[in-house]
């Protein structure tokens, strides 16, 4: 089963960047899609960003021109760079990614969460 480990999260003041990193581990064929999704006390999960194997992207609304998607897909890891961070972005940080895998013996598609990173923008 694929695994995914974040790191980065933390305490930042309004104004200030943090990176969020995302490693993927297992018997991993392809991945065709990371990316991170928010939850905040109180609401519902949503996607903050998304890099699909082609190098395409899709941001939130909220965070476009300030957050940035990337990936090194040799390494099967994906990071969140955030800047101009605002209380708002207060939230739970999930990693996502989708693919396929060595199953039982054969290919299977895959969908894995990470354990999800807290980050905290405060004065």
């Known amino acids: 089963q694929v695994q995914l480990v974040e790191s980065g999260g933390g305490l930042v003041q309004p104004g200030g960047s943090l990176r969020l990193s995302c490693a993927a581990y297992?018997?991993?064929?392809?991945?065709?899609?990371m990316g991170w999704y928010r939850q905040a006390p109180g609401k519902q999960r949503e996607l903050v960003a998304i890099i699909h194997s082609g190098g395409s992207t899709n941001y939130a609304d909220s965070v476009k021109g300030r957050f940035a998607i990337s990936s090194d897909n040799a390494k099967n890891t994906v990071y969140l760079q955030m800047n101009s961070l605002k209380p708002e972005d207060t939230a739970v940080y999930y990693c996502?990614?989708?693919?396929?895998?060595?199953?039982?013996?054969?290919?299977?598609?895959?969908?894995?969460w990470g354990r999800g990173t807290q980050v905290t923008v405060s004065s």
């Open positions: 297992g018997s991993i064929l392809t991945i065709y899609a």
């Open positions: 996502n990614a989708e693919g396929w895998e060595l199953g039982t013996g054969r290919p299977a598609d895959f969908e894995s």
